[in-house]
Nanobody
Framework: QVQLVESGGGLVQTGGSLRLSCTVS????????MGWYRQAPGKQREPIAH???????NYTDSVRGRFTVSRDNAKNTVDLQMKSLTPEDTGVYYC?????????????????WGQGTQVTVQP
């Protein structure tokens, strides 16, 4: 089955930087969308950054200008470069990919998730 393995989380001071990486393996046919969700303590999981197969990116307002999402289609990886981190960025970060299969002119999307990696930003 499709597996997502994340790396790069950890503890950092306010204003610091971290880089998260996610490698996708298994039966891959079309990684239509790749990106990251975040679940802060006591809050729901939310999408923060995604990148399409053509390179189009989308960010939630709270990270735009500080985070950069990128992908390597040859290696089936997606990275998240995080800068100017604040305690509000603390949470578990989940890699998320969508595979799209088109059958009969109709798209079928399949979502996959990583196990999550903890990011903690100290004041």
């Amino acid at each position: 089955q499709v597996q997502l393995v994340e790396s790069g989380g950890g503890l950092v001071q306010t204003g610091g930087s971290l880089r998260l990486s996610c490698t996708v393996s298994g039966p891959i046919f079309s990684l239509y969308l790749m990106g990251w969700y975040r679940q802060a303590p006591g809050k729901q999981r939310e999408p923060i950054a995604h990148i399409g197969v053509s390179g189009t990116t989308n960010y939630t307002d709270s990270v735009r200008g500080r985070f950069t999402v990128s992908r390597d289609n040859a290696k089936n990886t997606v990275d998240l470069q995080m800068k100017s981190l604040t305690p509000e960025d603390t949470g578990v970060y989940y890699c998320h990919v969508v595979q799209r299969l088109v059958a009969g002119f109709r798209p079928y999307d399949y979502d996959y998730w990583g196990q999550g990696t903890q990011v903690t930003v100290q004041p």
